[in-house]
């Protein structure tokens, strides 16, 4: 029932930051995990971070571990990735989603939105 809608994307120099937003309506926002998820061209989509609902935990990919920052405010009923030091190869749509009970697996048929698109040039 929770629907989830990105934004923040855009096109980001190499090293630079940006942030992406993701706001939940209906559901119960407050008590699931969150997470980011990416797909780039010809590559299968991946898991890039998780937050536990309390945002007392936090889970990120290798590749983005010390660059990229996850959090959540359920007040607002949205979570964040803060992304620094961006890279090329981080270029990609960027997806949020409901974490499973894997915490780096959303949950079983994910309602997967537009994403938002990050581009990070040379």
């Known amino acids: 029932q929770v629907q989830l809608v990105e934004s923040g994307g855009g096109l980001v120099q190499a090293g630079g930051p940006l942030r992406l937003s993701c706001v939940a309506s209906g559901g119960t926002f407050g008590w699931y995990s969150m997470g980011w998820f990416r797909q780039a061209p010809g590559k299968d989509r991946e898991f890039v971070a998780a937050?536990?609902?309390?945002?007392?935990?936090?889970d990120y990919a290798d590749s983005v571990k010390g660059r990229f920052t996850i959090s959540r405010d359920n007040a607002k009923k949205t979570v964040y990735l803060q992304m620094n030091s961006l890279k090329p190869e981080d270029t990609a749509i960027y997806y949020c989603a409901l974490i499973g009970k894997n915490m780096r697996a959303p949950t079983e048929n994910a309602n997967w939105g537009r994403g938002a698109q990050v581009t990070v040039s040379s």
């Open positions: 937050i536990e609902w309390s945002g007392a935990t936090t």
